[in-house]
C-alpha cells in the first residue's frame, strides 16, 4: 500500500517550493552544514512586545476555548478598523472572516468561489501556492504572464486579452512574491475598469505584504474601488508586517455573502483559528506601527545590498524589487552550462546545485510560473546576505 491510494486530488497536487527547500535547507543544516537559507520568506525579527504581552495576557485571561468561527469580534472589529484607516476600504465586522495565515484566506475564498471548469486568472510570476489552491477546487489557473521589461507586471491589455466566458476570478499579490513588483494606483484602477466591464468577475488581492512597499506612491487597495468593492476580496493577515509568521492569523474581507460562505467552510473544517494568537493580533492591528517602519527600513536596505551584490554576478538579470522582502534574478544565462560533473538545464537544477556545492538555499522560479529566475529572500541578516551572494558568485564561476 502507497501513495497511489492517496485520492487523485492529492496526488495532482505539487509540493510547496518554497516549503520544500526550507525542507531540504534544514537537512542540511543538521548534518553539520553551514546553510544560508535564504528560501523561505519569512521575517527574521522577533514580534513586537506590544503584541507579545496581549498574548500573554490572553493567557492569563483565560482565552482557552474555542473562538468563534469567524474569529473574535473584538478582532473583526480590529480589522475593518485597519482596513478604513489604511486601505480605505470600508467594510464593518461581519465582511471580514479570521483564518489561519493569508495562506488559509486565500484557500477560502477560492474555495467558496470556484466550481470545476472555471478559469482563474493568476498574474505571474505568482506565489506558488495559488495555481495549487485552484487546481485542489477543480478550477483552471490560466497564467498571465508580466515580462521582465514591465518589471514583472501584467499590463491591462494582457488581462484583458485572457478574459473568456468562463472566467470567474482574477488573482495577484501586490506588492509582490516573488517578484517584488507594486501595482501602481493608476494601474490598479485601470484593471478595476476593466473587471467592472466585466460583472461575473471577482478580484482576489493579497496584500500581505503591504507594509513591506519602498514606492513613493506607497500601497494602494484595488477594494477601495467602489464600483467594484462588491466583487474584491482582499486578503492580508499579520505574518509579514509584524513579523508573526508562526502565529497564523489572517483574514478575508469581502462582501457579506462571501464571508458567510467562508465561515461556513471554516464551520466545517476548522473551527476558529488559535485563540491566544486573535487576541494578539487585535494588538498588532490596533497598535503603533513604529516597528513595521523600522523592519521596514532594514528590507529596503538589504534590497539595495543584495540586488547591487548579485547585479555583479556574470550573467544574473536582476530588477530593483519595489517591496516585500525577495530579490528575482534572471539566471537563464546559466542553463546549458556544466561544472563537469552536473549538468544545469533549468531553474531547479540550478538551486538544487546550489545547495550543493554553496549552501545556500533559494528557491526556484519554476515554482513561481518564471522558470528562468531563482528567489532569493532577503529577510536575512546583512552579514549572510553578502555572504551568500559571494557564496553564490564563487560557485557559478565554476560553470562552464
Ligand atoms: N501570500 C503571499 C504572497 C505570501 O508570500 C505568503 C507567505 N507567507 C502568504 C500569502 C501566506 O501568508 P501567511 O503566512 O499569513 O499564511
Ligand atoms: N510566503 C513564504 C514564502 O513564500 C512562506 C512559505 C510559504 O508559506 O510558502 O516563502
Redesign the pocket.
Known amino acids: 500500500m502507497s501513495v497511489e491510494l492517496l485520492s487523485n486530488r492529492i496526488n495532482a497536487l505539487e509540493e510547496?517550493a518554497?516549503?520544500g527547500m526550507?525542507k531540504k535547507a534544514r537537512e542540511l543544516a543538521a548534518l553539520g552544514h553551514k546553510v544560508i537559507s535564504l528560501?523561505?520568506?519569512?521575517p527574521d525579527f522577533k514580534t513586537p512586545k506590544h503584541i507579545c504581552d496581549a498574548a500573554k495576557d490572553a493567557i492569563d485571561a483565560g482565552f482557552h476555548g474555542y473562538s468563534p468561527v469567524a474569529g473574535y469580534p473584538d478582532l473583526r472589529k480590529a480589522i475593518a478598523d485597519k482596513l478604513l484607516r489604511d486601505n480605505k476600504i470600508d467594510w464593518k465586522p461581519e465582511n471580514i472572516v479570521v483564518s489561519t495565515g493569508a495562506?488559509h484566506a486565500l484557500a477560502n475564498a477560492i474555495s467558496v468561489l470556484i466550481n470545476p471548469g472555471d478559469e482563474v486568472l493568476i498574474f505571474a510570476p505568482y506565489?506558488?501556492?495559488y495555481s495549487e489552491m485552484v487546481k485542489l477546487a477543480e478550477g483552471t489557473s490560466v497564467i498571465v504572464e508580466g515580462s521582465f521589461d514591465n518589471n514583472f507586471k501584467v499590463t491591462p491589455e494582457q488581462f484583458e486579452a485572457a478574459i473568456t466566458p468562463k472566467t470567474k476570478l482574477v488573482m495577484f499579490a501586490s506588492p509582490n512574491?516573488?517578484t517584488g513588483s507594486v501595482y501602481t494606483e493608476e494601474e490598479l484602477r485601470a484593471i478595476a475598469a476593466i473587471v467592472e466591464k466585466n460583472p461575473n468577475i471577482f478580484v482576489l488581492a493579497d496584500e500581505i505584504y503591504e507594509y513591506i512597499n519602498f514606492t513613493e506612491g506607497g500601497h494602494f487597495s484595488i477594494g477601495s474601488i467602489p464600483a467594484i468593492k462588491d466583487r474584491v476580496i482582499t486578503v492580508n493577515g499579520v505574518a509579514k508586517g509584524h513579523a508573526m509568521?508562526g502565529w497564523r492569523i489572517g483574514f478575508t474581507a469581502s462582501a457579506k455573502w462571501i464571508a458567510e460562505g467562508i465561515e461556513k467552510l471554516q464551520g466545517q473544517v476548522t473551527s476558529g483559528t488559535g485563540s491566544i494568537a486573535q487576541k494578539a493580533a487585535v494588538a498588532a492591528f490596533n497598535g503603533p506601527l513604529d516597528e513595521a517602519y523600522k523592519m521596514k527600513e532594514a528590507y529596503d536596505r538589504r534590497r539595495k545590498l543584495v540586488v547591487g551584490l548579485l547585479r555583479e554576478i556574470p550573467g544574473f538579470k536582476v530588477n530593483m524589487p519595489d517591496g516585500a522582502f525577495y530579490a528575482f534574478p534572471d539566471i537563464s544565462y546559466y542553463f546549458g552550462k556544466t561544472d563537469g560533473t552536473t549538468a544545469i538545464n533549468n531553474s531547479d537544477d540550478f538551486c538544487l546545485w546550489l545547495l550543493a556545492e554553496a549552501f545556500v538555499a533559494t528557491?526556484a522560479g519554476s515554482g513561481f510560473g518564471a522558470p528562468n529566475c531563482m528567489r532569493i529572500?532577503t529577510a536575512a541578516a546583512d552579514e549572510q546576505l553578502v555572504e551568500a551572494c559571494e557564496r553564490i558568485k564563487v560557485a557559478v564561476a565554476k560553470l562552464k
Open positions: 510547496s518554497t516549503l526550507t528560501s523561505v520568506g519569512e495562506k506565489w506558488v501556492s512574491n516573488p509568521t528557491v529572500s
